[in-house]
């Protein structure tokens, strides 16, 4: 079954930034469109951004100039770095594939507050 493990979260003030990490297991990563989604509290989860096998990236228009998602094959992991963030990115972070594969790890809450 693949695995899948967020990590670096936190509680970070509005403008501050962090930087997430999601390492992969159990699948040919390097072949795997992957993407990052949220989901705050009493809300859908949905698609931050998204990073192609070949490198290619899109971004939810709320997150375009401040979020850039990375990867790297070597390492079976992809990366969100957050920057400018505001109270309105407060929320649990995933990582998956697209297709999703098949299983959604614990998440990583990050919390944008004074």
């Known amino acids: 079954q693949v695995q899948l493990v967020e990590s670096g979260g936190g509680l970070v003030q509005p403008g501050g930034s962090l930087r997430l990490s999601c390492v992969v297991s159990r699948i040919i990563f390097s072949r795997v469109h992957m993407g990052w989604y949220r989901q705050a509290p009493g809300e859908q989860r949905g698609s931050v951004a998204i990073i192609t096998s070949g490198g290619g990236t899109s971004y939810a228009d709320s997150v375009k100039g401040r979020f850039t998602i990375s990867r790297d094959n070597a390492k079976n992991t992809v990366y969100l770095q957050m920057n400018s963030l505001k109270p309105e990115d407060t929320a649990v972070y995933y990582c998956?594939?697209?297709?999703?594969?098949?299983?959604w790890g614990q998440g990583t809450q990050v919390t944008v507050s004074s």
């Open positions: 998956n594939g697209i297709p999703n594969l098949g299983s």
